[in-house]
């Protein structure tokens, strides 16, 4: 059911605007730190505004700075701006001009936002009793573009107080807002494993060590982590997405490469599993006499929303959408966010955006992805009002 709450009307007149600025970002997709074209993009807008802009960070971010009536607080928004290494299938008129690029994750309605912010605050300054500043972040989708970010003074001069950022979300319904406070997104990592064994010939086994049979048997043990050993009340993953193995029918193979993910939202549990992982394979490659070498890369920590700005963002979001329109949503979904939120207190949210009756609802990352573009609007909306309850409060 998509809500009835309409963006204020100085909003709503940017509504255009706001899909033209997506839609020319989605005919150009650009792979993390090679968003030149996004980059110039953006600055060009926020000049033009009179931001005080600062390009070239961490490559091709930006940030700036929109100072208001007073010397106030300074509160950050934040947009990541890449996309993926997908050809788009969408038969749209705004479809990827680029092949093999995609923006399949609604990074560009997130540039299209934070700039309907910027825009919107550039002509309200007057009611503006502090700093916002606008980060707009490259590489979210990898290797990261957060921590070059702030390693090159994203957040200083003038110091960010607190941070928000949304996620479009085809999760959710448009209309709907998810927010919980404290974990949100998971702490992901990559393993790869190698299983080592003897190989043979395949009708005489017992002169050899099957590294199908004993990768098998660690894949099946690895599914007991989750299952047996953690609380059924702490979200955890353990996924093989991968096993090569193997070269013909009749040769029993000599290795086996392995490779997934792990996710969870608690630090410890982060510390835990891989240890706990080496020990189930450990025990395995032993029994069979077979040796492994085991690669484990933790990648993005967990996303952890600060109570008062999660409680913030979720009174906005109940005033203007409405109680019932509001979702503790959370994901073990990875996202480097996480880092600004470990330097300031802030609140990572999803903004729905799925519209099942015209179609838009394929998950994030695929071909087909697109979301109903009225969450623009509604999402400059929720910037605005959060910004303004930041002041206020
Ligand atoms: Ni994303």
Redesign the pocket.
């Known amino acids: 059911m998509v809500n009835s709450a309409h963006p204020r009307p100085s909003i709503d007149a940017l509504q255009t605007e706001l899909v033209q600025w997506r839609r020319q970002i989605h005919r150009f997709p650009e792979l993390g730190f090679q968003e030149q074209v996004t980059s110039r993009f953006i600055a060009q807008k926020l000049k033009s505004w009179g931001l005080e802009v600062r390009t070239g960070v961490a490559k091709t971010g930006v940030v700036a700075t929109l100072r208001g009536n007073s010397d106030g607080p300074v509160f950050g928004i934040r947009a ?1 701006m890449d996309a993926l290494p997908i050809l788009e299938r969408n038969a749209i008129d705004y479809a990827s001009e680029v092949s093999g690029v995609m923006h399949a ?3 560009d309605g ?1 540039v299209a936002i934070a700039l309907g912010a910027a825009r919107w605050w550039s002509e309200h300054r007057d009611q503006l009793p502090g700093t916002v500043k606008f980060l707009f972040q490259p590489a ?2 990898g290797p990261g573009g957060a921590i070059p970010m702030i390693a090159e003074g994203a957040l200083q001069d003038p110091d960010v107080e607190a941070i928000i950022g949304l ?2 979300w085809n999760t959710l319904p448009l209309g709907q807002i998810g927010v919980k406070a404290g974990p949100s997104m998971g702490d992901t990592a990559k393993f790869t494993l190698t299983v080592i064994g003897k190989g043979g010939h395949g009708a005489i086994p017992h002169q050899t060590i099957d590294a199908v049979v004993v990768g098998a048997q660690v894949v099946t043990a690895l599914q007991t982590i989750v299952s047996r050993n953690v609380s059924p009340f702490e979200p955890t993953v353990v996924t093989v997405g991968k096993f090569n193995s193997g070269s013909n029918f009749n040769i029993i193979a000599q290795t086996a490469q392995i490779e997934g993910t792990v996710r969870c939202f608690n630090l410890e549990m982060a510390e835990w599993l891989p240890k706990r992982m080496e020990q189930v394979i450990r025990g395995i490659c032993d029994a069979h006499g077979a040796t492994y070498e085991f690669d484990y890369k933790r990648h993005y920590p967990a996303v952890i929303n600060d109570p008062q700005i999660a409680a913030l963002v979720r009174f906005v979001a109940e005033d203007f959408l409405g109680q019932e329109q509001v979702q503790p949503e959370t994901t073990l ?1 990875g ?1 480097d966010m996480s880092y600004f939120l470990q330097k300031v207190p802030g609140c990572y949210f999803f903004l729905g955006s799925a519209n099942a009756e015209l179609g838009l609802d394929k998950p ?2 695929h071909p087909c992805f697109d979301f109903d573009e009225t969450a623009l609007g509604l999402g400059v909306e929720m910037f605005v009002r959060c910004t303004e309850r930041f002041f206020s409060a």
């Open positions: 990541d994750c609604g990074h997130h979210e989708e996620h479009l979904g996202e994030h990352h």
